[in-house]
């Protein structure tokens, strides 16, 4: 499994555009998944073709939440990309393009180890990818709380990493038993999480790669 960061605050490279928002595209063995669109489609895109990711290629889109900088760059994707299927949480409605879109409103198996949690608390829903009976979770702004996340999870194993947006979240015990912690985006915390967890921590920007194996 490999995530590739394709919007960010931050950047890697200095032909890559930093912006105001988070997407990253999850590439496995049968299918390739943008998660969220990030809050300008041009960017996107531009970032996208730099990392030599093809936007016709993306087979589904997760979105966790219908905030600008998740979604601003959705048009532009799917003026390009008419195959693409789209996991809403439910109350994200109004797409207007004649791709697939489904809705979740709880924890879901959309393809085999593959899990959406569904619209937690009426405001986001995250992405899981399970390897070995273990979660990678992918997390927008985490608005919901981290704990209620990992909770709605449970089920479905473990959580090994955790990568995405995390807001002002510090119930750092969370994350002792998690194996690698990239915050991104929002997270106003990333110096105290690298502090406590030294060897889990990864920093993000556009262009981080990260090659999650069994």
Not at 24 to 37: A, G, K, M, Y
Not at 57 to 78: K, N, Q, R
Not at 126 to 143: D, K, W
Request: charged share 20%; net charge negative.
């Amino acid at each position: 499994m490999k995530i590739t960061i394709v919007y960010d605050n931050t950047t890697t490279a200095e032909d890559l555009i930093a912006d105001w928002g988070f997407a990253c595209v999850i590439e496995l063995s049968e299918r390739t998944i943008l998660f969220d669109t990030g809050g300008n489609g041009k960017i996107l895109l531009e970032n996208m073709c730099k990392l030599n990711i093809d936007p016709t290629e993306i087979d589904d889109i997760v979105i966790s939440h219908p905030d600008f900088d998740h979604i601003g760059g959705l048009s532009h994707l799917l003026n390009v990309n008419s195959k693409a299927i789209i996991h809403n949480p439910i109350s994200f409605r109004g797409i207007k393009y004649s791709n697939r879109v489904k809705y979740y409103a709880k924890p879901t198996e959309i393809y085999p180890d593959i899990f959406v949690t569904g619209e937690l608390e009426n405001r986001e829903q995250s992405l899981a990818l399970r390897t070995s009976n273990r979660l990678s979770l992918i997390v927008g702004c985490a608005h919901p709380g981290l704990a209620t996340i990992m909770q709605s999870l449970e089920k479905y194993g473990s959580i090994k990493q955790i990568i995405g947006g995390l807001h002002s979240f510090d119930q750092y015990d969370l994350l002792q038993d998690v194996a690698l912690i990239c915050p991104t985006h929002c997270s106003k915390n990333k110096q105290k999480i690298e502090q406590i967890y030294p060897d889990k921590y990864q920093s993000g920007g556009v262009g981080k790669e990260l090659i999650l194996a069994d």
